[in-house]
């Protein structure tokens, strides 16, 4: 038999019944009508725009290569011997 069609235990009864304060504050926050339009104003300020090519070209090309780990430094490369 499979777990949907299982009876559930009271204890799952509870948790699917529960709901924390944050979820509780952030269900009674979308009910305000401004809050939506402004969460659409700060979308299309930071991720709905168009990308200039120019623009992306310059950022990957100055992209500076980060070290695997970044907490130490690399050892010095030294010289070969025979130069």
């Known amino acids: ?9 009271p204890k799952e009864n509870a948790m699917k019944a529960y709901e924390s304060e944050l979820s509780g504050f952030l269900r009674t926050l979308k009910q305000q009508p401004q809050i939506e339009a402004r969460q659409r104003e700060g979308r299309a300020l930071w991720w709905d725009r168009q990308l200039d ?18 907490y130490y430094p690399l050892p010095p490369v030294k010289p070969a011997a025979g130069s």
């Not at 038999?1 to 235990?9: E, F, H, N």
């Not at 090519?53 to 780990?69: F, G, I, K, M």
């Open 53 to 70: 090519a120019d623009e992306l070209q310059r950022w990957q090309a100055s992209r500076v290569r980060q070290t695997p780990y970044v």
């Open 1 to 9: 038999m499979s777990l949907a069609l299982q009876a559930r235990t």
